[in-house]
């Protein structure tokens, strides 16, 4: 939730929901632009409250858009927009809604030098640039100027800030390596699989525990690769973001999210990487896939709506393939998972306060009918302090998910006929998940058919050094 806090004294004041925020910047004016998360447009909101509306918009191919940053003047800012049909970068955007400009392509977001310099790291690099900023123009002018290498980009949040006085920091160094590790229930590492890698998001294990299906990027683009064994195999080719894996029950395929096309689709292609990817749904509606279903019958997905943000949709891998909605209200809902005998849906649900939490509802597949009244209608909390990211034991008697802070979840599964009983959660140890204590960054956990954890970790590392320039005047 977006809160203001008064330094003078008196209690935060609430200003707008804002589940997963991804950064936000208050003008002079007493204008606030945030994003309420990394997979939703930009809103504006006044200082002292009030409504809540849009200043940007979703478009073909566009993720979310984050970071946003006043201008001097107090109308214009600059956004980071992830993906996109012109790929990632810096964008120009203004209150009076006219549509934003992309200033550069860009690896993370930019800042801007009061003296009239955009300083960012380029894309596919670790290089910090600047060039001079024509805000009348809503153009990039004069030479590019390298300011240092090896400068970090984290979750495209890059690590270089500016101060009003023009000094200029910047952290040298990626964000830390992660590695895809094996737990018990314990907490007691069991061994690793693959190489450590700065850019894992996202691991799946097949159906039969022996592999697992991982994003991770290379040289700036990001593509799904298989961890069989001591091999590491490219899965997709394609230029556009490939992401959010899932297998078929069966462990015959994956099916994925891209936004090849100029619109983010589903798609499936075999496991064994014969043949072509085949599109199975494509629509205006960004589409972010989360689970299969174990009868193979339906896929759920995520899709950002402008008026109730995140929404769970299915769509039925058979016949006509329409897709519908399975929970749309004026919360968020992500990261639906089909419960193992697809009679249940997992998933986590922002309140009014902004809280996020885990909660289970039945499944009725679109169009059918039950008996049973009001079991379609049924919801039951299983988190009780806070969580997200929920996975279900491979025999559904146990939900797992993270807590606020970070620590790894799991809760006792009972079902008496039609209703379904969850017991209370305990902690079964604490995690270093990438993400720690939040969900931005994906499900970067799964649990394998013994009742291991496949956790992606951030591994311990010194802290990378920050350096400052003084009087930074190139030329």
Do not use: C
């Not at 984050?66 to 120009?92: E, K, M, N, T």
């Not at 019958?297 to 393939?321: H, K, N, S």
């Amino acid at each position: 939730v977006l809160k203001r806090l008064d330094l003078g004294g008196g209690a935060p004041q609430t200003l707008a929901p804002a589940s997963n925020g991804a950064g936000g910047t208050w003008s002079a004016d007493g204008v606030i632009v945030f994003a309420p998360s990394m997979t939703t447009p930009l809103l504006r909101v006044a200082a002292t409250g009030g409504p809540v509306g849009n200043v940007t918009t979703l478009g073909p191919r566009e993720l979310g858009q984050f970071a946003p940053s006043f201008l001097p003047d107090g109308r214009r800012f600059l956004f980071f927009q992830r993906d996109g049909v012109d790929g990632p970068g810096i964008y120009l955007g203004a209150l009076d809604a006219n549509a934003p400009m992309q200033l550069t392509p860009a690896a993370g977001s930019g800042v801007f030098l009061p003296s009239g310099w955009l300083l960012w790291v380029r894309a596919g690099t670790q290089t910090l640039v600047a060039q001079r900023l024509d805000v009348d123009k809503g153009a990039l002018t004069g030479e590019l100027v390298t300011v240092a290498d090896g400068v970090g980009v984290d979750a495209n949040l890059s690590a270089v800030s500016v101060a009003a006085s023009g000094l200029v920091a910047y952290r040298v160094g990626t964000g830390g390596q992660r590695q895809l590790t094996w737990f018990d229930r314990s907490g007691k590492a069991q061994g690793t699989i693959g190489d450590p890698d700065a850019t894992l998001s996202n691991p799946r294990v097949s159906p039969d525990g022996r592999r697992v299906v991982v994003e991770r990027a290379v040289r700036g683009n990001t593509d799904l690769w298989l961890l069989d064994g001591p091999r590491t195999i490219r899965f997709t080719f394609d230029p556009a973001r490939d992401y959010r894996p899932v297998w078929s029950p069966d462990g015959t395929r994956i099916a994925f999210s891209s936004g090849r096309t100029g619109h983010v689709d589903l798609y499936q292609k075999l496991a064994s990487g014969a043949g072509s990817e085949e599109r199975v749904l494509a629509s205006d509606q960004l589409k972010v896939l989360s689970s299969w279903s174990a009868d193979g019958r339906f896929l759920l997905y995520l899709t950002i709506d402008p008026q109730t943000l995140e929404d769970l949709w299915v769509v039925p891998m058979l016949g006509a393939r329409a897709p519908s909605v399975f929970l749309k209200t004026r919360f968020e809902e992500a990261v639906g998972q089909f419960s193992p005998d697809g009679r249940w849906v997992a998933y986590y649900q922002t309140n009014e306060s902004g809280a996020r939490d885990v909660y289970v509802r039945p499944f009725v597949p679109p169009g059918a009918v039950t008996t049973a009244p009001g079991v379609a209608e049924g919801q039951w909390q299983v988190s009780t302090a806070g969580g997200f990211l929920p996975v279900w034991r491979r025999d559904g008697k146990e939900l797992y998910y993270i807590s606020p802070a970070g620590e790894m979840m799991a809760a006792p599964i009972t079902v008496v006929g039609d209703t379904f009983q969850p017991g209370a959660p305990v902690v079964l140890f604490p995690t270093r998940i990438v993400g720690g204590g939040g969900g931005q960054m994906g499900v970067n956990y799964d649990v394998a058919p013994d009742g291991r954890f496949l956790i992606n970790t951030e591994l311990p590392g010194d802290a990378a050094p920050i350096t400052l320039i003084q009087n930074w005047q190139p030329g």
